[in-house]
């Protein structure tokens, strides 16, 4: 457990910010609302503290500007109602603030220059300079406001938990020196052959010395043009490589930078709990920053524009972390939104305690927690096994983070929530481990943004797995190939499923690959969908295209997908209704098996528009996948995997050494009718489980029960 130790409670954690009045300037508006979080249940708050001049200023002994007077009013009005304060230290291009909402200007270190030849105002993640000035200002901060600050055990150890870094995005250098750092990692990609780059980018140049910005990167070579599209992709075409080379090298210089500043943070206090916000509107899982005009960088809301794989930043971070927003990429509310981003937490801090993440507050594209509750999103934190959770935001006017205006309704669900959280947690013992494996598509969310056709399709094909297992009562790991590659971590499980992900043959793994083959020939039991290029690599499996049809699975049903194959030989699980040809086939391969789906089965389940009943089929009966009598993943599950399951849809549940969490997702009551302690955020009897609501059901024969519902 991540505890605070000056409350003796789990670590619950929110940001405040005082740049925006009347945070900035009410002293009685601070006190009346930090009030209002110790009331909510809140033990820490985290302040915007930056590196700016004015914080600087203040370290030499000058008088306080009245940005920095009034945090240290916040300090001490922290202090006075029990509560410990933490820093957001540093933000992802310095400030974005300055000058029109903060009027102290940003320390940079050292600033990128820009495609114009113009000061990019964006720190140079990869210089020294900047991390120095980084490294100073994290020091000075930390020595200046020491007092009350927040200290947790973790791990095992103390810990004092510090957001190192918020929203990280390299952006590229055109000076010389940005250019030649570029063009060396360029390079050595192409393992200093510039004739495979020529073939690859369709040029003829004589060496890489001689590459000018509009040679290499995207922006600078197609200025009207903002990403590539799904043709490109299948063709692997200048355009498309160029881009992923540019986001394979922002990832890479992120790792590099997150290196670096983790030993230099230790180097000023080794008991830093480094837990960055890695995104801080979701990952992968998030809203079309299209959608939102007018928003600053809302085009970078999308993290696949970003050049960041968080699975790859964890080994270089105390707690690999990003805040989740429970909306799907077209702004709908949704739940298991934010459980499938805990499952990704999970993964990525396997073998060690995490921290959790949400957004509180009006989200820009949509009133979310209109139909979503505190309660429910508390809960699927806590189901994830995140010993704790830091969230966003008190006083953030500028993008919606605003608790102090939020309805009564929200802030009674809200403490409720953090209340149980802080009851529950202490008694859960080990989380169970999970039978299935959600494989990330690593290479889609790092290159593919949701401007490129089929996109949110094909992100909502990962989401449509995971709500399909999570209905059926069994848990997922959303976990990616790195992870999966460690010596036995394929073992522990029984099944892997593997989401649409159209850009891997652009950015294959043979190791995985070669991982995969020999798990599946020992037993292991792998789910793919159509045009899956990860297992016509790993198996030799063809695939032949079929025009969009209906299928047939012990009754007539009808299946949204962008693409539709069919599958020779093997055995028929399910097929399509015109002609019968297989639209789900099994493979035997050595002891294990293998499921080829002809159509995206997650998108098709999770879809937001059901098909129409095709014109040729008359008056005849046919369903949607997700209403259909026969459930094509419950049979794999329990004939190849023997894993029985009950399905009982918007329900979560998670196991845990010492009982249960079952969360109602549902608009409707529900009946739990196992023996057992309960505790429940909405108490009404012992059997009532409130919608949007969960309870925690202990257990001593860990014998999990499911629910009935009301109706039943």
């Not at 605003?402 to 859960?428: C, T």
Request: net charge negative.
């Amino acid at each position: 457990m991540i505890i605070d130790k000056k409350t003796g409670e789990p670590y619950i954690n929110i940001w405040f910010g005082n740049f925006y009045r009347p945070a900035y300037d009410d002293k009685k508006f601070v006190k009346e609302n930090i009030a209002l979080l110790k009331k909510l249940g809140f033990n820490s708050v985290m302040l915007d503290t930056k590196a700016w001049e004015d914080f600087k200023e203040r370290y030499e002994g000058k008088e306080a500007s009245q940005f920095v007077a009034m945090h240290e009013y916040m300090q001490r009005e922290l202090k006075n109602m029990g509560m410990s304060h933490e820093f957001l230290a540093l933000y992802l291009n310095g400030d974005n603030l300055y000058p029109n909402i903060r009027f102290s200007p940003p320390i940079y270190g050292e600033s990128v220059i820009d495609k114009d030849g113009n000061d990019g105002k964006w720190y140079r993640y990869w210089s020294d300079k900047a991390k120095a000035s980084m490294e100073e200002h994290v020091a000075r901060v930390l020595e200046s406001y020491g007092e009350n600050y927040v200290t947790v055990t973790v791990n095992g150890r103390e810990g004092k938990p510090i957001c190192s870094m918020w929203d990280p995005i390299v952006a590229p250098s055109f000076d010389e020196e940005g250019r030649k750092r570029y063009l060396h990692w360029l390079e050595n990609e192409y393992q200093g052959d510039i004739g495979l780059f020529n073939q690859v980018y369709g040029v003829e140049k004589t060496g890489f010395d001689t590459l000018e910005k509009e040679d290499y990167w995207f922006e600078c070579r197609y200025p009207d043009c903002l990403t590539f599209s799904e043709e490109d992709v299948r063709n692997q075409t200048p355009k498309a490589r160029m881009l992923m080379d540019n986001r394979k090298w922002q990832c890479k210089e992120l790792c590099l930078y997150f290196q670096d500043m983790k030993e230099r943070l230790h180097r000023i206090d080794e008991s830093l709990y480094l837990c960055p916000d890695m995104a801080q509107w979701g990952y992968f899982l998030n809203v079309d920053g299209s959608r939102l005009t007018g928003v600053g960088f809302a085009d970078l809301w999308d993290t696949a524009a970003r050049g960041i794989d968080i699975y790859r930043l964890a080994e270089y971070v105390d707690c690999a972390h990003f805040l989740s927003v429970p909306v799907t990429p077209d702004g709908d509310p949704e739940a298991y939104v934010t459980s499938c981003h805990h499952s990704m937490m999970r993964s990525m801090n396997s073998g060690r305690e995490f921290i959790g993440g949400i957004y509180w507050g009006r989200y820009l594209y949509n009133d979310i927690y209109t139909v979503l509750t505190p309660c429910e999103i508390v809960a699927s934190i806590v189901a994830s096994g995140a010993s704790g959770y830091t969230s966003y935001g008190m006083c953030g006017l500028d993008d919606g983070g605003l608790l102090h205006r939020m309805e009564g309704y929200f802030n009674d669900s809200l403490g409720r929530a953090n209340e149980w959280a802080k009851e529950v947690i202490p008694q859960l013992g080990a989380k169970k481990k999970s039978d299935i494996a959600i494989l990330f598509p690593s290479a889609m969310a790092a290159y593919e943004t949701m401007r490129t056709e089929g996109n949110k399709e094909r992100r909502l094909d990962l989401l449509g797995w995971y709500k399909a297992c999570r209905d059926l009562g069994a848990e997922a790991d959303v976990t990616d190939s790195k992870n999966l590659c460690k010596e036995h971590f394929l073992d522990s499980y029984r099944v892997l499923i593997i989401p649409d992900n159209d850009c891997y043959e652009m950015n294959p793994d043979p190791e995985f690959e070669e991982t995969l083959r020999a798990w599946c020939e020992h037993g292991g039991i792998v789910l793919y969908g159509p045009d899956s290029a990860l297992a016509k690599n790993c198996f030799g499996v063809e695939a032949y295209r079929h025009q969009p049809d209906a299928i047939r699975y012990q009754e007539a049903g009808m299946v949204k997908s962008r693409n539709f194959c069919t599958y020779s030989g093997g055995k028929c699980v399910a097929a399509y209704l015109s002609d019968g040809e297989p639209c789900v086939t099994q493979y035997q391969t050595g002891k294990g098996y293998q499921y080829a789906f002809g159509f995206s089965y997650g998108y098709a389940y999770n879809t937001k528009f059901i098909p129409h009943v095709p014109v040729e089929q008359k008056n005849n009966e046919l369903y949607p996948l997700e209403m259909m009598k026969g459930n094509i993943l419950a049979d794999i599950l329990k004939d190849t995997a023997g894993m029985e399951t009950k399905l009982q849809k918007n329900i979560e549940r998670a196991y845990f050494a010492n009982g249960e969490i079952i969360i109602n997702h549902t608009s409707y009551p529900f009946y739990v009718e196992q023996e057992g302690e309960k505790q429940y955020q909405y108490p009404v009897n012992e059997t009532l489980l409130l919608p949007h609501s969960a309870v925690f059901v202990k257990s001593d024969n860990h014998e999990i029960e499911l629910l009935k519902h009301t109706s039943q």
